[in-house]
């Protein structure tokens, strides 16, 4: 039996972490002293805790983050929240059939908060709680004015990435401006305007426009790109369409005295630290295919795999501030990777325990369930059948003056 919550969490984070399959989770517990039961068990136990593996999700997330210590944000009222979703598959799935929708606290280096839906679960901010003057960064998949609406309720601000023809900007005298044809016009690579943008609801939020030009090379990729989608999904490529793709066009909430243009470019271009964020955490937790046969017993693995991901986060987001006080002017720089990979080491080694052949040997005999397999009449184990075989046959002799073929001779014919 299992003696407490935490030998539970610990069974469960191995499974998701370190565990190939129930029974290689049964025989960890037992060389761990964890717990002593079955594989089918195990299962089980998984699957009933999904009401307190939610429950510890949320209370984890709660624990206030290290204070901040990136310079670059100390300018920022409230938290900056990199958003975005990435999708996860499961065995015998398309490969997309959960997506995890996660804010990411870029302020701290640490997760902020991860929801999932099924794959029909749409990008959207209303998923997060935001909080007063947070400042979220998205990207063009939240690029509408329900964004706009559902950040500025909750006295919180927006950057995001847009596209023209699906977002309707109102210059301050209440005309929609043609973008596109302003952006046509010779004129500055940085272009902004001041407007408003009217949510589905009927209100009108303050908004400005800032529209930069990518270098050629950039653009010209970026050209390539939309021709390969418009060939792609059949459809005919507009002259409007390669030259928006030739331009970075953004709004953004944030008050021009504090946050000028330049200010919000490189803001957004911190974005794509989230991208990497996914990364590190599926290589370095290696977290692969979700594996499970029920819905169940997939969203507890989820949920032990969201607490693992929030383990290591707030590993890494406390070596980093030790690292930061540590580099003070001397010339350093963190690599995230490296603080990511070795954060994942010290959950894993915290989850995994110390223990080597002796252990295994002393507990053989409880072992034994989940090495072995019964014998089926129905279907034969052919590596026993094999061996079992060889140990079972005549030998026949090879010592003294006799020949090999003289010895083969005599077993063939005695």
Known sequence: ??????????????????????????????????????????????????????????????????????????????????????????????????????????????????????????????????????????????????????????????????????????????????????????????????????????????????????????????????????????RKLQPDTLLVAGWVVRITTLPARRWPAEAVLRLYRVRWQVELMFKRLKSGLALGTLRGKTRASIEASILAMRIAWVLQTTEAAQLRARLRMREQDKGWVQSSWAVTRLSADVLRQQVRGGWGSHRVHACLSQLQRFLTSRVRDDRPHQEATVRDWLDRRPRYPTEGNESHSDAFRDYEYA
Not at 54 to 63: C, D, R, S, T, Y
Not at 76 to 83: E, F, H, Q
Not at 103 to 123: Q, S
């Open 1 to 234: 039996m299992l003696a407490s919550a935490t030998d539970l969490l610990r069974g469960l984070l191995a499974y998701v972490l370190l565990a190939t399959s129930f029974r290689h989770l049964g025989a960890w517990a037992v060389v761990n002293d964890v717990a002593d039961i079955s594989a089918v068990t195990w299962q089980k136990r998984l699957i009933r805790s999904r009401p307190w593996l939610a429950w510890l999700l949320g209370e984890l997330l709660a624990v206030p983050p290290p204070a901040p210590t990136l310079r670059l944000i100390r300018q920022a009222d409230g938290n900056i929240l990199l958003v975005d979703a990435t999708t996860w598959g499961q065995i015998g799935g398309s490969g997309d059939d959960w997506r995890f929708h996660l804010a990411y606290n870029f302020t701290v280096g640490r997760l902020a908060e991860v929801i999932v839906t099924d794959e029909h679960g749409g990008e959207h901010l209303g998923y997060y709680r935001i909080q007063p003057n947070d400042i979220i960064v998205a990207d063009g998949g939240y690029g509408y004015r329900t964004s706009v609406a559902t950040v500025r309720k909750q006295q919180a601000h927006l950057v995001t990435r847009i596209r023209p023809h699906t977002f309707p900007f109102e210059p301050r005298d209440g005309t929609v401006i043609a973008v596109v044809a302003a952006l046509r016009k010779h004129g500055p690579t940085v272009r902004e305007w001041d407007g408003w943008c009217t949510a589905a609801d009927g209100e009108r939020y303050a908004v400005r426009l800032i529209a930069a030009k990518l270098p050629a090379d950039a653009a010209c990729k970026a050209r390539a790109r939309a021709r390969r989608t418009a060939q792609k999904h059949g």
